[in-house]
């Protein structure tokens, strides 16, 4: 059930024209799905990735897919309870995001682009990341602020997502 719930998902966000606020609302879909179906989580991601690395997608879908991974990466709030009490991991997904380093490449490589929602999103993602797991995001964080000078502004956004 949780695959085609996924694709159903990706689907709906699929069309041109889908507002910002429509693909945020289908990424933490995505990630409650992969949060109570653990076992999706690995293709999950991979697909998200795919979906942000291919040249012939559309901005939208980029955006839709680094949102998706920076939810999955990002603790559920009772689970970020618990990891702040010393009670648990705090990961929304079975896999720690942090194993994949092809993560950050993805990250940075959308930083790269030419769409400016695509960078937000970017960043957006890496700061939902850094909450999932604060010593592993947060110097690639501070890291990327430091060499990305002229996208300082988008950085922060990262910052601003793991201080919320």
């Known amino acids: 059930m949780s695959p085609k719930l996924i694709e159903a998902l990706l689907g709906k966000a699929s069309k041109q024209g889908v507002t910002r606020a429509v693909l945020g609302a289908n990424a933490k ?47 559920a709030p009772e689970k970020a309870m618990q990891a702040a009490a010393g009670a648990g991991a705090g990961a929304s997904c079975a896999s720690d995001l942090s194993s994949d380093p092809q993560i950050v490449e993805v990250i940075r490589h959308a930083l790269d682009m030419q769409d400016e929602d695509v960078k937000a999103a970017a960043a957006t993602c890496l700061g939902s990341l850094a909450v999932g797991n604060t010593a592993v995001y947060l110097p690639i964080v501070f890291e990327e602020i430091t060499a990305r000078q002229t996208q300082q502004y988008l950085l922060l956004h990262s910052l601003k997502e793991l201080l919320q």
Do not use: S, Y
């Open 29 to 75: 879909c995505i990630a409650a799905v992969v949060a109570g179906d653990p076992l999706q989580c690995k293709p999950v991601v991979e697909k998200l990735k795919g979906m942000v690395k291919n040249p012939a997608a559309a901005p939208f879908q980029r955006v839709l897919g680094l949102l998706a991974i920076g939810h999955i990466g990002r603790p």
